[in-house]
């Protein structure tokens, strides 16, 4: 630990100059082989027993994996940038995931923590007024960008690591912590769960920075109503023919695309559910004179009830099937991500809870938050409640530049050591537990 002395223990200054590096070499799900790389080499230096790539991803649990040149991209990238070549390798093709386990002196409950690693796909401002170009820590690669705060989120994890490295001998149990990729459009945590990790937890932990939480000393104990979601992608094909001389002959794919992305926004909402639709990108056609033959739709669905998601869903494919006999089409449906619906175990939430009231800089404890929103976490929260084990999502404030996935997105870094507070207090709360219960 470095830095100067807080109300709990030593600041860790390292978890600023991390999220700063992670910022600047942001890296799309899936292709986080820098961040993957680094996280290993952390945890190996702090004693940790370190599991990755395949060993932690289950192979056809993945969702959404970029294209072939994306991948080969990131990896070539990474290892310009320093990663080492052998344990690059084992993150290659979509296999970027990490966990690193830590056993306690005695014997003991596993208690887990998962961050997400991935950066978000946008531009990132590049004007003064943005804190990370004025200050030089801007994203590096033009179209990808830190715009959700998982560069905080890693870097809290490595803080955790680096304190739970240091008191292991006065715990018992088993700490966990997972570095999750592909978070974003709910990709990664599937295949981690598909994986066995979750397997033998009994409490999971996961957090995020902003969301409801919007002011530094305020933390949301235990988000409830995490929004379950798929995202689709709808491939549509037609014919192409010239659009004056024989258009007569084409079968337009693009008016395909375009009716259904307007239906698909107006399907009824569910009574029985809070529900969120929306279309995000419809691209298709070759030129101005051709009669498109392709196009694709991208959109989501997403609910807090299964009943309600699935209305969506079979809404969507009557809507899809529509529009392509409509104008003469074919189509295809892809399922490029997905997560279920998930609140937190009260119980914990009250653990949580109970950690911060212990904080002095903590000045805001709000309880029973419905999150509104959707983050895969909550497949790795069910997989352990299902088992008879505790999840707890909890939320931790901070003001915001912009709104979480705009180009301006950056949060105030005054939220880390807190954040890392109060993990610490959890982590020695759930693992001092295990410790008095096994006297």
Not at 189 to 205: K, N, Q, R, T, W
Not at 270 to 297: F, L, M
Not at 375 to 390: F, I, N, P, W
Request: charged share 25%; with cysteine; proline share 3%.
């Amino acid at each position: 630990m470095t830095g100067s002395v807080g109300a709990f223990g030593p600041v860790d200054d390292q978890i600023v100059l991390d999220r700063r590096e992670l910022h600047r070499i942001a890296e799309p799900g899936w292709c986080e082989i820098f961040t993957a790389s680094k996280i290993v080499g952390a945890l190996h230096s702090l004693g940790f027993t370190v599991r990755s790539g395949s060993e932690v991803i289950a192979a056809d649990g993945r969702l959404g994996l970029p294209s072939r040149q994306e991948l080969d991209f990131f990896f070539d990238r990474a290892l310009r940038l320093g990663a080492a070549p052998e344990a690059a390798e084992r993150f290659r093709d979509g296999f970027t995931g990490v966990v690193g386990r830590l056993k306690c002196a005695a014997g003991g409950p596993v208690v887990a923590f998962r961050f997400d690693i991935d950066a978000n796909y946008g531009d990132e401002l590049q004007s003064g007024d943005h804190r990370p170009a004025r200050e030089g820590f801007a994203s590096s690669h033009a179209g990808t960008h830190h715009n959700c705060g998982h560069d905080g989120h890693t870097a809290l994890g490595l803080s955790l690591a680096r304190f739970c490295a240091a008191t292991a001998c006065d715990l018992a149990g088993e700490l966990r912590l997972i570095f999750q990729p592909a978070e974003e459009g709910l990709r990664g945590a599937s295949a981690m769960v598909a994986a066995g990790v979750l397997d033998d937890v009994d409490y999971f932990v996961g957090c995020h920075l902003g969301v409801q939480a919007r002011q530094v000393g305020e933390i949301v104990s235990g988000y409830r109503d995490i929004l379950g979601s798929i995202k689709i992608d709808a491939e549509f094909s037609g014919e192409g023919a010239h659009a004056a001389i024989s258009p007569h002959c084409g079968k337009n794919a693009l008016m395909a695309a375009c009716v259904a992305g307007q239906n698909l926004m107006a399907i009824p909402r569910h009574g029985a559910g809070d529900t969120r639709i929306n279309v995000g990108r419809i691209v298709g056609g070759e030129s101005r004179n051709t009669v498109p033959s392709k196009a694709r739709v991208e959109f989501e669905i997403r609910s807090d009830t299964p009943e309600a998601l699935e209305y969506l869903r079979k809404a969507a494919d009557r809507i899809l099937g529509a529009a392509a006999d409509m104008h003469g089409v074919t189509h295809r449906v892809n399922v490029v991500g997905r997560a279920s619906a998930a609140s937190s175990d009260p119980g914990l939430a009250q653990l949580v809870r109970r950690a911060a009231e212990e904080m002095p800089s903590v000045h805001t404890i709000r309880d029973g938050v419905a999150f509104r929103g959707s983050d895969d976490a909550t497949e790795m929260m069910r997989r352990v409640q299902q088992q008879g084990g505790q999840a707890v999502y909890f939320g931790i404030g901070t003001s915001l530049n912009a709104v979480h996935h705009n180009p301006g997105f950056d949060f105030d870094e005054a939220a880390l050591p807190l954040g890392a507070e109060i993990l610490q207090r959890v982590a020695l709360r759930l693992l001092a537990e295990g410790a008095r219960k096994n006297r």
